[in-house]
């Protein structure tokens, strides 16, 4: 295992509701990642977060949107669910390039979230 | 336009033979390629990591080219075994001056080990 963790595991939503997720990332770790991934498909990046800051972001809308707290965990909101959003929702921690990371990133196990 | 392609059909092979993977991209220029393993319904598992002025990487039984000229990537598995069936995602880091790293993932490819 690698000591990141997701909550929650499942989530139904209708469309046109909001969601958060979150994240806790490994200990160590100041950079969190946050990708969504669809049935059979490679994840897709959404943004990163560095010290509490957002340091990157995919090409996903602004109803995407990130948090990172002092101790690093995170959350990602997306406001005004789509059918489309239904996925895998998967974070990822590493020590980040600023602090002389090695890149190496460890994912939690996800959330799934189903959009009626 | 930038794209990632792995092998998008499955990978059978029998157990005890290497297993090769390939990950092929266009319009990119990498400072980093990194293999992960995947099991259904779990996140990715970290791997490997190989810089772009690396040409081989190796960790027990798995081994990672890097051709930057051919623009291609070769995971190799030895003396398979039924557990490493699992799909395996390859993914490129672009990094910019202030350490920015965005990981861009390809479809993966599912490898089963036959006994």
């Known amino acids: 295992e690698t000591g990141v963790t997701q909550s929650p595991t499942h989530l139904i939503k209708t469309r046109g509701q909001q969601v958060t997720l979150r994240c806790s990332s490994q200990?160590?770790?100041?950079?969190v990642s946050w990708y969504q991934q669809a049935l059979g498909q490679g994840p897709q990046f959404i943004f990163q977060y560095y010290r509490e800051e957002e340091n990157g972001r995919g090409n996903f809308p602004p109803r995407f949107s990130g948090l990172q707290f002092p101790n690093y965990s995170s959350e990602l909101n997306v406001n005004a669910l789509e059918l489309d959003d239904s996925a895998l929702y998967l974070c990822?921690?590493?020590?980040?390039?600023?602090?002389?990371?090695?890149?190496?990133?460890?994912f939690g196990p996800g959330t799934r979230l189903t959009v009626t | 336009s930038q794209k990632i392609e792995q092998n998008s059909e499955a990978l059978n092979i029998q157990e005890g033979k290497t297993a090769t993977l390939t990950c092929n991209y266009t319009n990119y220029s990498p400072a980093y390629l990194q293999w992960y393993r995947q099991d259904p319904g779990r996140g990715p598992v970290f791997l490997l990591l190989i810089r772009e002025n690396e040409k081989e990487k190796r960790k027990e039984r798995l081994k990672v080219t890097f051709d930057t000229t051919l623009k291609q990537s070769l995971f190799h598995i030895t003396a398979s075994q039924p557990a490493d069936s699992a799909t395996y995602l390859c993914?490129?880091?672009?990094?910019?001056?202030?350490?920015?790293?965005?990981?861009?993932f390809g479809t993966g490819t599912k490898l089963q080990v036959i006994p």
């Open positions: 200990s160590g770790h100041n950079t």
């Open positions: 993914a490129l880091d672009i990094l910019n001056s202030g350490g920015y790293q965005k990981v861009t």
């Open positions: 990822a921690s590493s020590l980040g390039a600023r602090s002389g990371g090695s890149y190496e990133q460890y």
